[in-house]
């Protein structure tokens, strides 16, 4: 089992840049594939990026290639996502999650409480 706390959040304008982190709990950090998804208010949450266990393969939601990057640090225990150019659309509550055999946008076994991003204009 892993435990998942989301960080980095916050205010930011449009065209700005966040990068968000998850610290997992365990030492068991390297077994899972790990995600990043979104909701946003009065939408269904969606996938936005996935990593391996190994960190070789990366996924992405078609909408947001080249503007975020996923990425994590097996010896801290951390993903990340690096969000540049961020737009009004962009706000929404991320959550980090974890899956120990499904990757990408199937990834749902852990997951973590969310922090909130919000885009200004």
């Known amino acids: 089992q892993v435990q998942l706390v989301e960080s980095g959040g916050g205010l930011v304008q449009a065209g700005g840049s966040l990068r968000l982190s998850c610290s997992a709990s365990?030492?068991?950090?390297?077994?899972?594939?790990m995600g990043w998804f979104r909701q946003a208010p009065g939408k269904e949450r969606e996938f936005v990026a996935g990593?391996?266990?190994?960190?070789?393969?990366?996924y992405y939601a078609d909408s947001l290639k080249g503007r975020f990057t996923i990425s994590r640090d097996n010896a801290k225990n951390t993903l990340y996502l690096q969000m540049n150019s961020l737009k009004p659309e962009d706000t929404a509550v991320y959550y980090c999650?974890?899956?120990?055999?499904?990757?990408?946008?199937?990834?749902?076994?852990?997951w973590g409480q969310g922090t909130q991003v919000t885009v200004s204009s």
């Open positions: 999650a974890a899956d120990s055999r499904r990757p990408g946008p199937d990834i749902r076994d852990y």
């Open positions: 365990g030492r068991t950090f390297t077994t899972y594939n």
């Open positions: 990593i391996s266990w190994d960190g070789f393969r990366t």
